[in-house]
């Protein structure tokens, strides 16, 4: 059985949360200065998923991201602005729209990959230990699952 949750962890967290997420905006202000300056979290999310899975469709990003199509069209129009990507008929169901990385998206993911690099290893590099950077991890992973897994169920109650 779960232990009741106090209203000092609750304090705690709110606390190094908000730390933790001051000090996370301003370290990627910090790195991402360039082709990707002024892009939302799903802007990248969705420049990273197409060069991972560039036969991925329209639909199958929103659901991947979990976000609605119409989110998706927002900042599918955005990107092509910024000419990073641009709407093709999909290879696999030519009834549908994939999205394909520019020149410019390419170096814009190579930028980024480079950027994340360093953040990844400013985080890891707080841990002295291989061990303890295997435990956040774990911690973390449990943490996504779970909040992302309460979010989804709880946009569906509010339907």
Sequence with gaps: MKEKITEEEIQGIDKVWHEL???MQKTGAELWK???EGASTVEISILSMIERKP???LKEIAEALGIPGSTLTS???RLEKRSLLKRVISKKDRRS????????????QQEHR???KVL???VLGSYETSKERRELIRLLQILAKNVNGS?????RDGE
């Design 21 to 23: 997420i001051f000090s």
């Design 34 to 36: 360039d082709k990707l």
């Design 55 to 57: 036969d991925a469709i």
């Design 75 to 77: 900042a599918v129009d």
């Design 97 to 108: 729209f994939g999205l394909e990385l520019t020149e410019e998206g390419r170096i814009a």
């Design 114 to 116: 480079k950027s994340e």
């Design 120 to 122: 990844w290893e400013r």
């Design 151 to 155: 979010m989804r169920e709880g946009s």
